[in-house]
């Protein structure tokens, strides 16, 4: 049973019920709740009873929980029990990916501490050997359980050898194919395995096409490829070429979700990571850099305007249209870099394309740019605006259009090629320089024309 919408009264029902201790009632309103609803639920709960509810689960759903909780609310639970009963309650009913995230979320000493507590030493090892990786490389997403069969073996070797490791695995999407030194071959299909003769040796009817990654590559570039060629499973290998582990999709979506909640985050002006439960000191660490650069930019225009003081002056009417600049640049600024850091994230644009692009991005703003200053134009021929200032509102609306438009493509491309992510730029960071950059031409095109016509 999957609750979408578990409401105020369904979780106040409960924690009575816990207060109760009445297991039965319990056992009955969490019976086939699937798991992502029950780590809603623990959310709503004090510690002690969470524990309650967590001892009244099957092993393999307590372990399945624990997975889907949200990393603060897992890290204080599990500081909360005895190493033993997360090694034997948790870690041994989980994928060797999912413990070693589970544990990597503990300090050093009680990930040996729990570690030692499981029995089987192979499973420790893996993960153990998987703690070592980055979390955000391939090493650090793949999982140790897959299936694999030698070369040199025959059909009958196989079933055997595939039967004993699918025991430890959930779901089977590739089985991968190597050589006596673990080197990764290929993949063999089931459905041809099963129709050739039993006396065909593996290296004859596997499939030598077999794309890889290796432990250190980077976990966004993972989820690239995986997107790109739709596979469902990637296998990783080692330096020399040895299969490793591999990579199942519900590890990539959730990649692809933390980058682009990453993303969102840079673009609103956010400099870190933050979750809604961190406190008010990390929130603020994490949004006073773009704040003081907005509040420089804010200081560095209001200068660009006291230059032009004596035309203010002189001239009030121009004072009319300087929020309506300034908006534009912002809102042209944002949506072309907007679409260039799309581009950048899906790998559309590589270095061979970027002229392109801009040269693209020039012809969009042109016509941009001609069709929004057409309608100024318009608007103030219409309320009867005096020459000078028409002239003045309609060439610095197109100019900021087409500057803002190439200054919102180039700076991406730009940070993209010094390595630091693209995402900054369609946040404050464009929208800043071009209030400033518009606000300094429709100044200065003003003075021009009023001085010419004056």
């Known amino acids: 049973m ?9 979780i106040d029902n409960l924690k009575e019920l816990i207060a109760a201790k009445n297991e039965t009632a319990i056992s009955e309103i969490l019976e086939g709740l699937h798991p992502a609803d029950i780590a809603e639920v623990y959310e709503e709960l004090s510690i002690d009873e969470a524990k309650y509810l967590y001892f009244l689960i099957d092993d393999d759903t307590a372990a399945d929980v624990i997975t889907e909780l949200e990393e603060d609310d897992r890290k204080r639970f599990l500081e ?9 309650r948790f870690i041994d009913n989980m994928d060797s990916d999912d413990a070693a995230d589970v544990l990597g979320e503990l300090d050093n000493a009680r990930q040996q501490e729990v570690l030692s507590h ?14 070592n990786y980055d979390e955000d490389t391939a090493g650090g997403l793949m999982a140790k359980e897959l299936i694999k069969v030698k070369e040199n073996w025959g059909i009958p070797t196989c079933l055997r050898s595939m039967r004993r490791q699918a025991e430890e695995i959930d779901e089977i999407y590739y089985v991968y194919v190597v050589d006596n030194d673990g080197i990764l071959k290929g993949t063999l299909s089931l459905k041809r395995m099963l129709l ?8 004859d009817i596997y499939n030598s096409d077999v794309i890889s990654v290796k432990v250190d590559v980077d976990a966004e570039d993972v989820s690239y490829i995986m997107d790109k060629y739709d596979l469902v499973a990637l296998p990783v290998v080692d330096s020399i070429g040895r299969l490793v582990g591999r990579i199942t999709i519900d590890d990539v979506v959730d990649v692809m979700r933390e980058e682009a909640e990453k993303d969102y985050q840079l673009a609103s002006g956010i400099t870190e990571d933050v979750e809604p439960s961190d406190s008010v000191w990390q929130h603020t660490r ?5 704040l003081l650069i907005g509040m ?3 200081i560095l225009g209001s200068r660009v305007i006291s230059g032009f003081v004596d035309v203010l002056d002189e001239h009030p009417q121009l004072a009319f249209f300087m929020g309506l600049i300034a908006a534009m640049g912002g809102n042209v600024g ?4 907007a679409i260039v850091v799309q581009s950048l994230a899906s790998g559309s644009v590589g270095l061979d394309s970027s002229w392109r692009k801009l040269l693209k991005e020039l012809g969009i703003s042109l016509l941009n740019a ?7 134009f318009s608007y103030n021929k219409v309320v009867g605006a005096d020459l000078a200032l028409t002239l003045t509102v309609s060439a610095a609306m197109f100019s900021v259009v087409v500057f803002a438009n190439l200054f919102g493509t180039f700076v991406p491309l730009f940070l993209n090629r010094l390595k630091i992510d693209p995402a900054v730029a369609t946040g404050p960071f464009v929208t800043t320089l071009n209030d400033i950059i518009g606000m300094f031409l429709y100044l200065t095109i003003g003075t021009l024309f009023f001085s010419m016509m004056g």
Not at 80 to 88: E, G, H, K, Q, T
Not at 370 to 376: C, D, E, P, Q, V
């Open 2 to 10: 999957v609750n979408f919408e578990l409401t105020r009264e369904y």
């Open 80 to 88: 909360s029990l005895p190493s033993d009963v997360i090694a034997r």
């Open 118 to 131: 499981i029995d089987d030493v192979t499973t420790a090892g893996d993960i153990a050997d998987l703690l």
């Open 196 to 203: 050739s003769p039993v006396d065909v040796l593996v290296k």
């Open 286 to 290: 994490a949004r006073i850099p773009w």
């Open 296 to 298: 420089l930019g804010g």
């Open 334 to 337: 944002i949506q072309s870099s």
């Open 370 to 376: 001609s069709l929004l200053t057409i309608l100024i």
